[in-house]
């Protein structure tokens, strides 16, 4: 039980904790580094799509971990990218201020681009190199990724409570100007109820009897990435600031300021 479940459940939340941490800390130091940053994420994220070939039919509990691992270090580098405005979209200049309807959702989309299309390249890759695999781990970490997050970008967009607009350093705190602080939108309640049902199908999953200790584990950490992903939606509603959890993570910004 320990092994199977609730060391990799503690392993996804200190990875999510700790990811978002030195993803902040790196975007908020002097701009100057930021190309060296890049340059070494760059390097991980080769070793990383490596990583995701090489475990592609590992059904070991090592091959989980590493496939799992393998894939936030994409997605790590994915949003260093963008935070650090390299991978942005055409528009890079805030929202008009009378923008309404459809000129505004052309506008945020301008604004976030190739950051989408590069996303479409990274899954699509991840797919490539584990296709015809026994080891789904990569792939369904990142579609989980993917669809939390857009979610989440969604919703902010619509209307949140909690913008965390502070988490935005300097290169893209444009994009500010496209979130919209609302105490609910229409979306929300759907895209809440849809990620719970998703997150409480693979804890269902995972603890079915008859799992296998591989099934188990893989299935538990991308159940905890979801469920993780239902705690910031409901955070994003909440009157409680959530910036708490990466206050160590946030204080290159405040030194560099």
């Given amino acids: 039980m320990v092994v199977e479940y609730l060391l990799p459940a503690l392993y996804t939340v200190f990875v999510w904790w700790a990811g978002t941490g030195v993803i902040l800390f790196l975007d908020g130091l002097p701009r100057w580094t930021h190309p060296w940053t890049m340059l070494w994420a760059?390097?991980?994220?080769?070793?990383?799509?490596?990583g995701i070939t090489v475990t592609a039919d590992d059904t070991r509990s090592t091959g989980a971990y590493l496939a799992f691992t393998g894939t936030i270090l994409v997605w790590a580098w994915k949003e260093l990218a963008f935070?650090?405005?390299?991978?942005?979209g055409p528009r890079r200049v805030a929202?008009?201020?009378?923008?309404?309807?459809?000129?505004?959702?052309?506008?945020?989309?301008?604004?976030?681009?190739?950051?989408?299309?590069?996303?479409?390249?990274?899954?699509?890759?991840?797919?490539a190199l584990t296709w015809g695999g026994r080891n789904p781990v990569a792939a369904c970490t990142f579609a989980t990724l993917w669809i939390m997050r857009l979610s989440a970008k969604l919703n902010v967009f619509l209307g949140v409570r909690n913008l965390n607009e502070e988490f935005l350093p300097e290169?893209?705190?444009?994009?500010?100007?496209?979130?919209?602080?609302?105490?609910?939108?229409?979306?929300?309640?759907?895209?809440?109820?849809?990620?719970?049902?998703?997150?409480?199908?693979?804890?269902?999953?995972?603890?079915?009897?008859g799992t296998s200790r591989f099934g188990a584990i893989s299935t538990t950490m991308v159940a905890m990435l979801c469920t993780l992903a239902v705690v910031?939606?409901?955070?994003?509603?909440?009157?409680?600031?959530?910036?708490?959890?990466?206050?160590w993570g946030l204080r290159s910004r405040a030194a560099a300021e």
Avoid at 232 to 247: A, D, F, G, K
């Fill in 95 to 127: 929202c008009p201020p009378g923008a309404r309807g459809w000129a505004r959702v052309g506008h945020a989309l301008a604004a976030i681009l190739w950051h989408e299309l590069a996303l479409l390249a990274l899954f699509a890759a991840v797919l």
């Fill in 42 to 50: 760059t390097i991980l994220l080769a070793i990383a799509l490596v």
């Fill in 171 to 209: 290169p893209v705190r444009h994009l500010g100007s496209y979130f919209r602080q609302r105490n609910m939108n229409r979306f929300f309640p759907v895209s809440l109820l849809a990620a719970t049902a998703l997150a409480l199908a693979l804890w269902e999953h995972a603890l079915a009897p």
């Fill in 232 to 247: 910031e939606h409901v955070l994003m509603m909440l009157p409680l600031p959530s910036q708490w959890l990466w206050r």
């Fill in 83 to 88: 935070l650090m405005g390299y991978v942005t």
